[in-house]
């Protein structure tokens, strides 16, 4: 008698919206059995687990957490008891002057953005040994090795992102465990939408693809990456149209 194969398994971080919400959709559309989380866009993660589970007939957990609270990764990951694959998607961006940020602000988004990454992995990778397999994909940006003036913590914690997928590449390899990094260019997203008209067509001005690029590529990607030969690891992959090249 053959065996029902286990279905395959991905937590994506940030899903509610913007590239986590096209990279669930990627994912459902691979037949992934699919955790999502977000931290306070409850409606919208449920209606995106409904509408996902039923177009694809996947199962699909939606569950709010915060990214940046180690108690809290600690109890999303007590319902999660297999894992192929780790998205680590969620971010928050800080415009402004560095010498205007406060300690709590610099602290709250390094959270987020890249102890997040170690307080996903420490739990991740353990679920991942057991099946002597996995991958890991964190999404970072143009401003982790270039940095961006007016951003510097966000700079540095996706500089830290792509130091962490790096090491962690190297420390996982031996156990058939993947792990890469996309660094996004500008993507047509709620993070961006502080941004007038005007300095949207300054930056896309420079641009070399001369446009912005869409969640659904970066999902593209990621698709690319499940399919990805297993030598693969320890990547930053620029996905920007050129532009920090
Ligand atoms: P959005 O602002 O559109 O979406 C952010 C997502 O992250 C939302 O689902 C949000 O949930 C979630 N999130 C934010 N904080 C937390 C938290 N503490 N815990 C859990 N979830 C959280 O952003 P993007 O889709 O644009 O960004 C996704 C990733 O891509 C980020 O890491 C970002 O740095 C990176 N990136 C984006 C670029 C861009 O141009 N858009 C460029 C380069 C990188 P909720 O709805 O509950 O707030």
């Given at each position: 008698?053959?065996?029902?194969?286990?279905?395959?398994?991905?937590?994506?971080?940030?899903?509610?919206?913007?590239?986590?919400?096209?990279?669930?959709?990627?994912?459902?559309?691979?037949?992934?059995?699919?955790?999502?989380?977000?931290?306070?866009?409850?409606?919208?993660?449920?209606?995106?687990?409904?509408?996902?589970?039923?177009?694809?007939?996947?199962?699909?957990?939606?569950?709010?957490?915060?990214?940046?609270?180690?108690?809290?990764?600690?109890?999303?990951?007590?319902?999660?008891?297999?894992?192929?694959?780790?998205v680590?998607?969620?971010?928050?961006?800080?415009?402004?002057?560095?010498?205007?940020?406060?300690?709590?602000?610099?602290?709250?988004?390094?959270?987020?953005?890249?102890?997040?990454?170690?307080?996903?992995?420490?739990?991740?990778?353990?679920?991942?040994?057991?099946?002597?397999?996995?991958?890991i994909i964190?999404?970072?940006?143009?401003?982790?090795?270039?940095?961006?003036?007016?951003?510097?913590?966000?700079?540095?914690?996706?500089?830290?992102?792509?130091?962490?997928?790096?090491?962690?590449?190297?420390?996982?390899?031996?156990?058939?465990?993947?792990?890469n990094?996309?660094?996004?260019?500008?993507?047509?997203?709620?993070?961006?939408?502080?941004?007038?008209?005007?300095?949207?067509?300054?930056?896309?001005?420079?641009?070399?693809?001369?446009?912005?690029?869409?969640?659904?590529?970066?999902?593209?990607?990621v698709?690319?990456l499940?399919?990805?030969?297993?030598?693969?690891?320890?990547?930053?992959?620029?996905?920007?149209?050129?532009?920090?090249?």
């Open positions: 008698m053959q065996q029902t194969p286990t279905p395959k398994t991905a937590l994506v971080t940030g899903a509610s919206r913007g590239i986590g919400r096209a990279i669930a959709e990627a994912l459902a559309a691979e037949g992934y059995r699919l955790y999502l989380t977000c931290k306070t866009s409850e409606k919208e993660l449920t209606q995106l687990s409904h509408r996902l589970s039923e177009n694809f007939h996947v199962e699909c957990t939606p569950i709010l957490a915060d990214m940046g609270d180690a108690k809290a990764v600690e109890q999303l990951f007590s319902q999660i008891d297999d894992l192929t694959l780790l680590n998607n969620a971010g928050i961006s800080h415009i402004g002057l560095l010498h205007q940020m406060s300690v709590q602000e610099w602290q709250r988004l390094m959270n987020v953005n890249l102890n997040a990454l170690f307080y996903t992995c420490r739990l991740a990778v353990p679920l991942m040994l057991q099946r002597h397999a996995g991958k964190n999404i970072s940006s143009v401003w982790g090795s270039c940095g961006a003036s007016m951003e510097v913590a966000y700079s540095a914690s996706k500089g830290g992102v792509n130091a962490f997928t790096k090491a962690l590449a190297k420390e996982l390899a031996p156990s058939n465990i993947q792990v990094a996309i660094a996004c260019g500008l993507i047509d997203t709620d993070m961006n939408r502080h941004f007038s008209e005007e300095e949207m067509e300054m930056l896309q001005s420079e641009i070399p693809a001369d446009r912005i690029g869409q969640p659904s590529e970066v999902a593209e990607m698709r690319s499940l399919h990805a030969p297993s030598y693969l690891t320890g990547q930053v992959i620029g996905l920007d149209g050129g532009w920090q090249m």
